[in-house]
T-cell receptor
Framework: GQNIDQPTEMTATEGAIVQINCTYQTSGFNGLFWYQQHAGEAPTFLSYNVLDGLEEKGRFSSFLSRSKGYSYLLLKELQMKDSASYLCAVKDSNYQLIWGAGTKLIIKP | IAGITQAPTSQILAAGRRMTLRCTQDMRHNAMYWYRQDLGLGLRLIHYSNTAGTTGKGEVPDGYSVSRANTDDFPLTLASAVPSQTSVYFC????????????FGPGTRLTVL
């Protein structure tokens, strides 16, 4: 079966750095996405990785290792507005997204 | 219209009733999707459409039907609602080329009693 694993909840301090991990087992791989979802709102696109390595976009970076079935999202200089759920999703061999349950990130002052 | 709209925002429905959730996008995206999101679970694909006139079944299609008469609209119908269909429903769309990131509507919160 297909599976995306990520921690249920994480807590971090404002101004700090946090790394959210995602491991996956899917039938085929055509890219990995990270989305942000604030409570009561729709998911919004953050990043996309299809090749191994680090993609940096401002305070957010995403890393991919296809051989390990592993990705992480790195958030730097945390702000209170970063409190949200972060969803990992993999595009499988049918080009459909398989979604993890999301990691709820709590930022404390 | 800017992006994707969904209607209604929320709905309480008696079991056994028929309900259509509406979704409209103005980005001229070829592909559209319907997901349900339940607490503790990832988004689960109900139905999708790669282009107008075609539809396909996702992971959890039972009890739901869709149509794609044109590029912009992708309604989701519950023929006879059951309490297990209580969920938040998101419609999304994506373009055909490039990264194909999906853009989501604001969601419909549906409660079936």
């Amino acid at each position: 079966g297909q599976n995306i694993d990520q921690p249920t909840e994480m807590t971090a301090t404002e101004g700090a750095i946090v790394q959210i991990n995602c491991t996956y087992q899917t039938s085929g791989f055509n890219g990995l996405f990270w989305y942000q979802q604030h409570a009561g709102e729709a998911p919004t696109f953050l990043s996309y990785n299809v090749l191994d390595g680090l993609e940096e976009k401002g305070r957010f970076s995403s890393f991919l290792s296809r051989s390990k079935g592993y990705s992480y999202l790195l958030l730097k200089e945390l702000q209170m507005k970063d409190s949200a759920s972060y969803l990992c999703a993999v595009k499988d061999s049918n080009y459909q997204l398989i979604w993890g349950a999301g990691t709820k990130l709590i930022i404390k002052p | 219209i800017a992006g994707i709209t969904q209607a209604p925002t929320s709905q309480i429905l008696a079991a056994g009733r028929r309900m259509t959730l509406r979704c409209t996008q103005d980005m001229r995206h070829n592909a559209m999707y319907w997901y349900r999101q339940d607490l503790g679970l990832g988004l689960r694909l109900i139905h999708y459409s790669n282009t107008a006139g075609t539809t396909g079944k996702g992971e959890v299609p039972d009890g739901y039907s869709v149509s794609r008469a044109n590029t912009d609209d992708f309604p989701l119908t519950l023929a006879s609602a059951v309490p297990s269909q209580t969920s938040v429903y998101f419609c999304a769309s994506s373009d055909s080329g490039g990264v194909n990131e999906q853009f989501f509507g604001p969601g419909t919160r549906l409660t079936v009693l």
